[in-house]
C-alpha cells in the first residue's frame, strides 16, 4: 500500500456546509438577542452611571460611548481628520499630474504641516527630536544600539513628568492622547529605518537624502495617525515605483471600497446603539445575573467590534494609498474565520506581522549569522596560534632531549676513555 506524504482533505458537500453556516448564524443571532434584551433591561442604570449619547443613527435608542478608541478617533474624524486626509488626496493627485519627480517632496511637506495643524509645532518638534536621535544613534550602523534608543524613546511615552509637561501644552487630554498616538507609531518606523540604515548603509555624501526618506517615510499622512504599518523597505520601493509609473484606480473599484466601508460603519454604530456591550463588561452584578447564551453573545460581540473598528481605521488609508500607487497590507480578517492564534497574529494586522518578521526576526537571525561567523574566525585565530604553540612547545621538548642525549654520550665517552 502507497503512503503519500502529504494528507489530502476532501472537500465537504454544498448541503454539509450549508447546515453548518445556518446553525452559527442561529447561534450567534440569538446570543446577540439576548445581549439586546439585557441592555433594553438595565438601559436607564448604564445611561445613569455612564452617560449615554443620544443616538442620532438610529432614533429611539442611546449611543455606548464607553469604547475610548472609538469615541476618540469617531471624534477626531469629524473635527480634522477627514479634512486633512482630503487634503493628501489633492496634493498627491496634483503632484501627480503637474509634478511628478518632486511627488515624495510634496506629500513630505504636507505630511508635516497635517501634522502641524494637528499637533501642533510642539508635538511636531518633539517628532522631530525623536527622529534626529534615532537617526543620529543609527549613523554607527549598530543595530543592538538603535534597537536601545528606540526602546528608551519609547520609554519616554511612559514617563510621568514629561507627560505633565506636555499635557500643559494642550486644552484637552484628546489632544495629548494624539500626540502619544502619533509618537508611538513613529517610532515603529523610523525603528524600521535605522535597522535598514544599519544593514545597507549610506555613503557619507547622501547622508542627507537619506535624511530627507526618513522624514518622507515618517510623515506619509495616510498611515501617520494610526495606520496601517508600513515597513520601510516596502515604502521605499514602491514610492521609487510610483516615481516613474503610478497605475490607475480604477472608478468601480473607489466607489465598491466606499459602499463597503460605509456599511462596516453603519453595522458598528447600529452595534453601539442596541447592544451596550462595552458598558455591561464594567458591571459584575448584571455579569453575574446573566445567562450563559449572553456571556458567550458579550465575548463574541466584543471580537467583532474589534474587527470592525480596525477594518474602519486600516480601511481609508488603504483607499487612499491606493489611489496613490501603493499596496497597502491586507485588511484585518473576520475574527470569526480565524480558529488559530497562529492565523489570527498573521491575518489580523498584517503590517504589524510584517514589521516584526522583518525587523525583528530578520535582524535576529542577521545577528546570529554575524555572531557565528565571528565565532568561526576566532576559532580559526585560536587554531592557528594553538598550532603555532604546539610547535614550538614540540621543538623545546626536541631540543631538551637532544640535550640530554648529547649529555649522556659525553658521560659514555668519558666513561670509555677512563677504563
Same mark, same amino acid.
Given at each position: 500500500?502507497r503512503c503519500?506524504g ?16 445556518? %446553525?452559527?448564524v442561529?447561534?450567534?443571532f440569538?446570543?446577540?438577542?439576548e *445581549?439586546y434584551?439585557i ?6 442604570d448604564?445611561?445613569?452611571e455612564?452617560?449615554? #449619547?443620544k ?6 435608542f442611546?449611543?455606548d460611548?464607553?469604547?475610548?478608541e472609538?469615541?476618540f478617533?469617531?471624534?477626531w474624524?469629524k ?9 493628501h488626496v489633492?496634493?498627491?493627485?496634483v503632484? +501627480?499630474a503637474f509634478?511628478?519627480?518632486?511627488r ?11 501634522c502641524?495643524?494637528t499637533?501642533?509645532?510642539k508635538g511636531?518638534a518633539?517628532?522631530?527630536l ?6 543620529? *544613534?543609527?549613523?554607527?550602523q ?6 536601545l534608543c /528606540?526602546?528608551?524613546?519609547l520609554y519616554?511615552?511612559?514617563?510621568d513628568s514629561?507627560?505633565? %509637561?506636555?499635557k500643559?501644552?494642550?486644552?484637552t487630554?484628546n #489632544?495629548?492622547?494624539?500626540l ?5 507609531l ?9 535597522l535598514? !540604515?544599519c544593514?545597507?548603509?549610506? /555613503?557619507?555624501?547622501?547622508? =542627507?537624502?537619506?535624511? =530627507?526618506w ?5 510623515f506619509?499622512?495616510p ?8 515597513? !520601510?523597505d516596502d515604502?521605499n ?5 510610483a516615481?516613474?509609473? %503610478?497605475?490607475?484606480t480604477?472608478?468601480? !473599484?473607489?466607489?465598491?471600497?466606499g459602499?463597503?466601508i ?8 447600529s ?5 451596550y456591550i ?5 458591571q ?6 446573566? +445567562? !450563559? ?12 467590534f ?6 474602519l481605521?486600516y ?15 491586507r485588511?484585518p480578517? =473576520? ?5 488559530s ?13 510584517r514589521?516584526?518578521v522583518?525587523?525583528? =526576526? %530578520?535582524?535576529?537571525?542577521?545577528s +546570529? ?6 565565532m568561526?574566525k576566532?576559532?580559526r585565530?585560536e ?12 621543538i623545546r621538548?626536541?631540543?631538551?632531549i637532544c ?11 668519558s666513561c670509555?676513555?677512563n677504563?
Open positions: 500500500m503519500s502529504e494528507s489530502r482533505s476532501t472537500a465537504l458537500p454544498p448541503w454539509e456546509l450549508a447546515f453548518y453556516l445556518a %446553525i452559527t442561529g447561534f450567534h440569538y446570543s446577540f438577542h *445581549v434584551k441592555s433594553r433591561i438595565y438601559e436607564e448604564l445611561d445613569a455612564f452617560g449615554f #449619547e443616538g442620532f443613527f438610529i432614533w429611539g442611546k449611543k460611548p464607553t469604547d475610548f472609538w469615541s478617533w469617531t471624534e474624524v473635527k480634522l481628520l477627514l479634512w486633512t486626509l482630503l487634503g489633492i496634493t498627491s493627485q503632484s +501627480s509634478l511628478p519627480k518632486f515624495m517632496w510634496l506629500l513630505m511637506i504636507y505630511g508635516m504641516l497635517a502641524f495643524f499637533v501642533g509645532y511636531l518633539v517628532i522631530l525623536h527622529l534626529f536621535i534615532s537617526y543620529a *544613534v543609527a549613523q554607527l549598530v543595530p543592538v544600539l538603535s534597537w /528606540s526602546i528608551l524613546l519616554t511615552l511612559q514617563m514629561l507627560g505633565k %509637561i506636555q500643559r501644552w494642550y486644552e487630554e #489632544e495629548y492622547f494624539l502619544l498616538f502619533c509618537l508611538a513613529c517610532n515603529l518606523r523610523y525603528t524600521s529605518f535605522s535598514e !540604515y544593514w545597507h548603509g549610506v /555613503s557619507p555624501q547622501r547622508r =542627507c537624502i537619506s535624511f =530627507c526618513l522624514l518622507a517615510y515618517v506619509y499622512y498611515v501617520f495617525h494610526n495606520g496601517p504599518i508600513i515597513c !520601510y515604502f520601493n514602491q514610492m521609487r515605483r516615481e516613474t509609473f %503610478i497605475p490607475k480604477g472608478l468601480l !473599484y473607489l466607489l465598491l471600497s459602499i463597503r460605509f456599511f462596516w460603519w453603519w453595522l458598528t454604530e452595534m453601539l446603539h442596541l447592544m462595552h458598558a455591561i463588561q464594567h459584575e452584578t448584571i455579569l453575574e445575573s446573566a +445567562s !450563559y447564551w449572553t456571556l458567550g453573545g458579550l465575548g463574541f460581540a466584543h471580537a467583532l474589534f474587527y470592525m473598528k480596525y477594518l481605521l480601511g481609508i488609508p488603504s483607499i487612499i494609498m491606493c489611489l496613490d500607487g501603493f499596496e497597502p497590507p485588511l480578517r =473576520c475574527t470569526s474565520s480565524l480558529y492564534f497562529t492565523g489570527t497574529w498573521r491575518e489580523f494586522d498584517v503590517g504589524l506581522h514589521w516584526l522583518r525587523e525583528a =526576526c %530578520i535582524w535576529r537571525r542577521k +546570529s549569522s554575524s555572531s557565528r561567523h565571528q568561526k576566532t576559532w585565530k587554531t592557528k596560534q594553538q598550532r603555532k604553540e604546539g610547535h614550538i612547545s614540540a621538548e626536541m631540543s631538551g640535550s640530554q642525549l648529547s649529555n649522556s654520550t659525553e658521560i659514555l665517552t670509555i676513555e677504563l
